[in-house]
């Protein structure tokens, strides 16, 4: 005997109940103590995404910024040497900047967190 059977995430689960407190499933799944709704401050949490997105853009900016010039620098290089530049000097560019961006990122999270 075949039975259908829906197979979708706990969060869509949760978003097609419409009484449910989403907050407290949300947590109870993630393994972190329940969060009372009120005590949740929507226009920090905001500006904080508001402030990741930005960081996000400049991010990808200075990426395509980088990858130009190593590009320029690869044209300009003679022979095998463009090359290598190609093929080994991206790595510790995006090493860089992921490092940076990731730093920047819980800098501007833990700025709007509250101390437990």
Do not use: K
């Not at 499933?25 to 997105?53: K, M, N, T, Y």
């Not at 530049?85 to 790595?91: E, H």
């Amino acid at each position: 005997m075949n039975q259908r059977v829906r197979v979708t995430s706990p969060q869509t689960r949760l978003a097609l109940r419409r009484r449910s407190d989403a907050t407290r499933r949300l947590s109870r799944l993630s393994g972190r103590p329940p969060v009372d709704r009120s005590a949740i401050d929507f226009d920090d949490a905001e500006r904080a995404l508001h402030r990741q997105r930005r960081l996000a853009v400049r991010t990808a900016a200075a990426l395509v910024l980088a990858l130009a010039a190593l590009l320029a620098a690869a044209i300009l290089t003679p022979g095998r040497l463009g090359w290598a530049v190609l093929f080994f000097a991206p790595y510790p560019v995006l090493l860089a900047l992921a490092a940076v961006h990731v730093r920047r990122a819980e800098r501007i999270e833990a700025q709007y967190c509250e101390d437990d």
